[in-house]
């Protein structure tokens, strides 16, 4: 879409439609994101909807995890004095490039399909494109076409598709061949691991998940980095035959999940995969890191290694499409 009819500054918005005011709107729309998005809200998203009622009675501009402060833009949807409709922009630095994240994309069930969504979204590309924004990002479900319909209309085009896992920490035994060995990761293991790190998460998803790869280098530096972001990181090599064919590495978080992040070549990937994990998972469970009822997570792509991970008591908890939108 290159052109767009309603902007913030202009009359030619509708009536219903405004700016969100800050903190004024806060609880108000952390009520609507919860109503809309109930049936898919996990433990990450109650607390989300948590922090923004809390940022709104403290009268705060910022909410976000820990020391996450981005400050909040978008527009409301007001009928009878009632917010039934939103969206928000976070300021994010994406592929290096300042952009906007559209997120909290909701409509009260009472009032769809009537081209609300639509407006919200206008109007928001209009808000970033006179902003001079060279692009804007957001994630919908997989499941969620009428939404990605929407933003095809827009311009918005699919950049990757990623699935979360998730599995409760558990003992997962398998009969690995006596050729396959796994061990510490060290310094050597390096130069394959971050090929495969920054293949399997690329600069078109990196910027939004919850891996630094500086974070995890070998050496002084990763670890002065570790110790600044307060995370705990083990990391495991594997080898078959004596050649690496992969390596994990383990990170704690402050979500509902700890995360094992995978640098595998697609080659060996199902060995690599079934040597790693429980391997991890035993090593955890010895030195006492697995906290009782803690998740594991890993974020891979959509549609790969779906029987490795089911094998190894993991369950698809989502699949993202992550689009973006290029101004002219």
Not at 78 to 101: D, F, M, Q, T, W
Not at 267 to 284: G, M, S, V, Y
Request: a positive charge; charged letters at 25%.
């Amino acid at each position: 879409m290159t052109a767009y009819s309603r902007t913030a500054e202009t009359t030619q918005m509708p009536k219903q439609l405004r700016p969100i005011r800050l903190p004024q709107d806060l609880s108000e729309v952390a009520d609507l994101v919860e109503l809309c998005f109930a049936a898919t809200l996990d433990r990450d998203g109650r607390r989300f909807i948590r922090q923004m009622r809390q940022a709104g009675s403290r009268r705060s501009k910022y909410i976000g995890f820990n020391n996450f402060p981005p400050t909040i833009r978008g527009f409301v949807w007001v009928e009878n004095g009632r917010i039934i409709g939103n969206i928000n922009l976070i300021p994010v630095l994406a592929e290096s490039r300042k952009s906007y994240l559209i997120a909290n994309v909701s409509v009260h069930p009472d009032y769809r399909h009537r081209g609300i969504a639509h407006t919200l979204t206008e109007a928001s590309l209009e808000f970033a494109h006179q902003r001079r924004v060279r692009n804007l990002w957001l994630q919908v479900d997989e499941n969620n076409e009428e939404a990605q319909h929407l933003y095809g209309d827009f311009g918005f085009s699919e950049r990757a598709r990623r699935t979360v896992w998730h599995s409760q920490p558990g003992l997962t035994k398998l009969d690995i061949p006596p050729s396959v060995k796994v061990r510490t990761r060290r310094r050597a293991d390096w130069t394959m691991q971050k090929k495969w790190l920054n293949t399997l998460y690329g600069k078109e998803v990196i910027w939004n998940l919850p891996l630094q790869i500086r974070s995890i280098i070998p050496g002084i530096a990763g670890a002065m980095l570790r110790s600044l972001n307060d995370q705990k990181i083990r990391q495991w090599s594997a080898f078959h035959h004596q050649k690496w064919i992969g390596s994990l590495t383990w990170q704690t978080s402050y979500s509902q999940a700890d995360w094992l992040w995978v640098a595998v070549p697609p080659q060996k990937r199902e060995l690599a995969l079934c040597a790693l994990i429980p391997h991890a998972r035993q090593k955890l469970h010895e030195r006492g890191l697995l906290r009782p009822m803690r998740t594991l997570a890993v974020n891979f792509p959509a549609g790969e290694s779906t029987k490795v991970f089911e094998t190894l008591g993991f369950q698809a908890h989502q699949t993202l499409i992550w689009m973006k939108k290029e101004f002219e």
